[in-house]
């Protein structure tokens, strides 16, 4: 197929994401989240740990400048995703719900910042491992059965979209009656402005061994991902390239209007972020828009709609029937 005919589909299937959504019904029947601080909705609010962002000046930009435990100024690129597929809420974080009913009908949040491969990180931290998280949707799923029962919550379960931080939890979930699965490729890490300033050679540049590993872990990625279509009958698995845009972003900033790559809003830039970004951070920006991260890991909420759109778009195998 030619890339003006790859184009041209493209854009029909967005043109169909468009028209779906104007009618007001969503085009999958929920979305599920799994991961890490980059899509972490509030998990991490009420636990008895450092790393949340459940203040100010986290979420200055959010509805009703109200801080809700999302590390960013605004909108995650997963409240974006939410968006285009034409959900009217964002899907709840999972611990914050005191009551499981039917607020889980359009999905659930399971992501914890500070989560990670080895389950020694989040345990250090006090977060959600990745395990932990894969119990909580285990439970979230009988509840869906006590709602709707077992037809009903089934359809949803296998027909509705999941985005995961971590490669590895892909078999499992399918195991569990996921079918449509969505990994996201490892970020350009030496491109953080807290590892520039950590591992840096004071030239204010992306640290390149930083990011080969991240181009070799996202390598081992597709691999698997490959591996797991071929294994696995009837999935649908899209591994969302994070690095490429991220980077391109770091790399010609104006040619998407920011003006500011190496520090981050918040503070200094340099090195805060959860609760070294604060109300008392001196030298906070005035227009988080102008740049490319919020804080010293964590995207803007402008990066993160750039990044959603990419997404979304490299999601469409998951959102066709």
Known sequence: MGYSSSLLITCFLLLVVVLNVANGKPLVPALFIFGDSVVDSGNNNNLLTFVKANFPPYGRDFKNHTPTGRFCNGKLAIDFIAETLGFTSYQPAYLNLEVKGKNLLNGANFASAASGFFDFIPRMHNTIPFYRQLEYYQECQNKLVEIVGPSKASSIISDAIYIVNDGSSDFRLYAMGARRIGVTSVAPMGCLPILITVFGSHNNECVDRLNNDSIYYNEKLNKTSENLRKTLPDIKLVVFDIYQPLYN??????????????????????LETAITCNNMSIGTCANASKYVFWDSVHPSEATNKILADSIVVAGIPLIMS
Request: charged share 25%; aromatic share 4%; with cysteine.
């Open 249 to 270: 972003l770091v790399d010609s900033p104006s040619d998407n209007g920011f003006s500011e790559v190496r520090r981050g809003c918040c503070g200094t830039g340099l």
